[in-house]
C-alpha cells in the first residue's frame, strides 16, 4: 500500500468538529470558572483555597464519569447514542451556570460531570474504531494528533468570546455561549451519521466480565458510601472534606480495574496492566497541567502584566477583550484575618488601599491618581496552550512522519516518557518567572507564561494524543471504551491533585517553590516509566501490529 495517497476517513471532519466546538464550550466555561467564583461583586466572593478546591473536585468528577460512561456505551447505549446524550446535558448544564445560585451552580456542574461522562470517552473511541481498518490503522497516531488540534481550536478561540460577553454582558451570557457551543456540536455530530453508523457497535459480554448490576452493587454504591464517608470524617485528612470524599469515593473504582487485570485471561493481562502502568504515571501529569484554570489563571491574574497602550489597547477595547481600571488610593481602617479593628496606643491604624491589579507593580510603574489604563481579560491567558497546540501540531506530525519513514519514529509508550520531561521543564520557567518577579514583588511580562505554555504543550502532544491512542491500539476490543474511561479516570485523579496543589498556593511564601514541587513529580513520573518502558515497548510490539 502507498500509504502517502492514503487520505483519512470521512468521518474524520465530522468528530472533529464535533469535539471542537464541545471543547469551545467546555474550556470558555473553565476560563471564567475560577475568576466567577472569585468574583466579589456578581460571582461568590471565594477565596484562592475555596476556589481552587471546587475546581479540582468539578474537573476531576468531569473526568471520573467516563469510567461509567464508556461501561454503558459498550455494553448497552452504543457510541452515537451516549454521545448525543452527553453533548445535551453538558449543554443545559453549561446554561445553567449563568444563574447566579449556589444550588443551581451545584445542580448545573452535575449535568456536565455525568454528560462529559458520556461525551468523552465514546467519540475518542468511535474515532479509534474508525481507524481500525486495514486501510487507516497506519494512520492512527496522525489521526488522533488531527483531533486533538480541533481539540484546541475551540479551546482557543472560546476565551475571546468569554471576555467579551462578560465585559459587554456578564457572567451569564458568557456561560449560555459555551451552552450554544455544545449544541452546536451536537449538531454537527448528527450530520455525520452515516460516516461512523458501521462502527458503532456494542461489545459482547465476555464470561468473565462483571455484570452491570454487580457493578453497581460493589463498585458504584460503595463509591457514593465512601465518598459520603469521607465528607462527614471530621477534620480533614487530605486537606479538605471535598478532597477526602473524592478519593475514598475513587478507590472502589480503582479496585474494579485492578480487577480487569487479575480475572483477565493469559492473553489480554498484559496489554490491561500496561494500560494501567500508564494510567498511574500520567496521573502526574495532569496533577500539573491542569492548573492551567488555577494557579496558572492567579498568574496571569495578580502577577503578570495585562496592560495594554496604543494601538493594541483600542483593539483590544473595541473587541471587548479589555477593560479600563481606574488607578485611585484609598485610605482605610485596618483589620487582621480575623477582621478585628487594628490599633497602636489608642490611635486606629490606617493603610493605603488600591485596586487590586495595582497592588504589586514598582512604584515607579504605578499611573498617576485617578488615571485610567487598559487591561486584557484574564482568561485570554487560557487561549495560550491550545494556541501552541494548533501551532506546534503540525509540526509535531510531520516529526513523527520524518522518523516514521526512515523507520526510526519512537514507539507510544516513549513519546508519553518524552512528554513528561519536557513537560516538566515548563515548570521550571515559570521557577525563573518568579525569580524574575522577585517573588511576586512586581508584575512580570506575559513572555513567561507564553514561554511555560509553549514547553508543556510540546509534552502534552507527545503524551496526550498518544494516551488516547495507545488505549485505542492495546483495549481488548470487548472493554475499549471502558479502557479509555481508565485513561480519563487518571485524568480524573490528577485533576484533583492539581486542585490540591493550587489550594497551597497561598500557603508558599516563596512562589518558587511551587512550581519546583511540579517540576519534582513530573521528573518522578519520568524516572517510573523509564523504570518500566522496556517492559512497556516489548507488550506494545507484540500486540500492536
Known amino acids: 500500500m502507498n500509504t502517502a495517497k492514503t487520505k483519512h476517513p470521512k468521518a474524520l471532519p465530522f468528530l472533529f468538529f464535533s469535539e471542537m466546538w464541545e471543547r469551545f464550550g467546555y474550556y470558555l466555561m473553565i476560563g471564567i470558572f475560577t475568576l466567577y467564583l472569585k468574583d466579589v461583586k456578581d460571582g461568590f466572593a471565594m477565596n484562592e483555597a475555596e476556589s481552587a478546591d471546587l475546581y479540582g473536585t468539578f474537573i476531576a468528577l468531569v473526568f471520573l464519569t467516563p469510567f461509567l460512561g464508556g461501561l454503558l456505551a459498550d455494553r448497552y447505549f452504543g457510541y452515537r447514542k451516549s454521545i448525543i446524550a452527553g453533548g445535551i446535558l453538558m449543554g443545559i448544564g453549561y446554561c445553567m451556570m449563568g444563574i447566579h445560585s449556589k444550588p443551581m451552580l451545584y445542580i448545573a ?102 455484570p452491570f448490576s454487580k457493578i453497581v452493587l460493589i463498585i458504584l454504591v460503595p463509591s457514593v458510601i465512601a465518598g459520603v464517608l469521607g465528607w462527614l470524617i471530621p477534620s480533614n485528612i487530605f486537606g479538605s472534606d471535598s478532597t477526602d470524599a473524592f478519593i475514598f469515593a475513587c478507590i472502589p473504582v480503582v479496585y474494579f480495574y485492578a480487577s480487569l487485570y487479575f480475572k483477565a485471561n493469559a ?117 495560550i496552550n491550545p494556541g501552541w497546540v494548533i501551532l506546534l501540531t503540525p509540526l509535531v506530525v510531520a516529526f513523527f512522519t520524518f522518523l516514521r519513514s526512515r523507520k526510526k519514529e519512537p514507539t507510544t509508550p516513549t513519546k508519553i516518557a518524552l512528554g513528561l520531561i519536557i513537560s516538566g521543564l515548563s515548570a521550571l520557567v515559570m521557577y525563573a518567572a518568579v525569580k524574575a518577579g522577585s517573588n511576586g514583588a512586581e508584575k512580570v511580562t506575559v513572555w513567561w507564561l507564553i514561554a511555560s505554555y509553549g514547553v508543556i504543550t510540546i509534552g502534552e502532544l507527545f503524551l496526550s494524543p498518544m494516551g488516547l491512542s495507545i488505549v485505542s491500539k492495546l483495549s481488548p476490543p470487548r472493554i475499549t471504551a471502558l479502557m479509555m474511561g481508565g485513561w480519563f479516570l487518571s485524568t480524573s485523579i490528577g485533576n484533583k491533585l492539581s486542585g490540591v496543589l493550587a489550594s497551597m498556593w497561598d500557603t508558599y511564601e516563596d512562589k518558587s517553590n511551587f512550581f519546583l514541587v511540579n517540576f519534582v513529580l513530573l521528573l518522578i513520573a519520568f524516572g517510573f516509566m523509564l523504570a518500566i518502558l522496556r517492559w512497556l515497548n516489548k507488550i506494545f510490539n507484540e500486540y500492536v501490529k
Not at 452535575?110 to 481507524?131: A, C, D, E, M
Not at 467579551?164 to 456578564?170: D, N, R, T
Not at 488555577?294 to 477593560?323: I, P
Not at 478585628?340 to 491604624?349: A, D
Open 109 to 210: 456542574m452535575t449535568l456536565v460531570i455525568f454528560g462529559n461522562g458520556f461525551f468523552k470517552p465514546n467519540i475518542s473511541t468511535l474515532l479509534g474504531n474508525v481507524y481500525s481498518t486495514d486501510e487507516h490503522r497506519h494512520m492512527k497516531d496522525d489521526g488522533y494528533n488531527i483531533f486533538y488540534m480541533g481539540i484546541n481550536i475551540g479551546a482557543f478561540v472560546c476565551n475571546f468570546f468569554g471576555a467579551a460577553l462578560q465585559i459587554m454582558l456578564g457572567w451569564s451570557w458568557a456561560f449560555m455561549a459555551a451552552g450554544v457551543g455544545m449544541f452546536i456540536g451536537v449538531i454537527i455530530f448528527l450530520i455525520g451519521t452515516k460516516h461512523y453508523k458501521a462502527f458503532d457497535l456494542k461489545k459482547e459480554l465476555h464470561a468473565d466480565d462483571m
Open 267 to 383: 492473553n489480554e493481562k498484559k496489554p490491561i496492566g500496561a494500560l494501567l502502568a500508564i494510567f498511574a504515571v500520567v496521573t502526574l501529569f495532569w496533577a500539573v497541567f491542569k492548573q492551567n484554570g488555577s494557579a496558572l489563571t492567579t498568574w496571569a491574574d495578580r502577577y503578570t502584566n495585562r496592560e495594554v497602550t496604543g494601538t493594541q489597547a483600542k483593539v483590544f477595547n473595541s473587541l471587548k477583550f479589555a477593560k479600563d481600571i481606574v488607578y485611585k488610593v484609598d485610605s482605610v481602617e485596618k483589620y487582621d484575618q480575623y477582621f478585628r479593628l487594628q490599633k497602636e496606643n489608642g490611635v486606629v491604624l490606617k493603610e493605603m488601599n488600591r485596586p487590586i491589579y495595582f497592588r504589586n507593580m514598582a512604584p515607579e510603574k504605578l499611573p498617576q491618581e485617578g488615571s485610567t489604563i487598559s487591561v486584557w481579560a484574564t482568561n485570554l491567558s487560557q487561549s
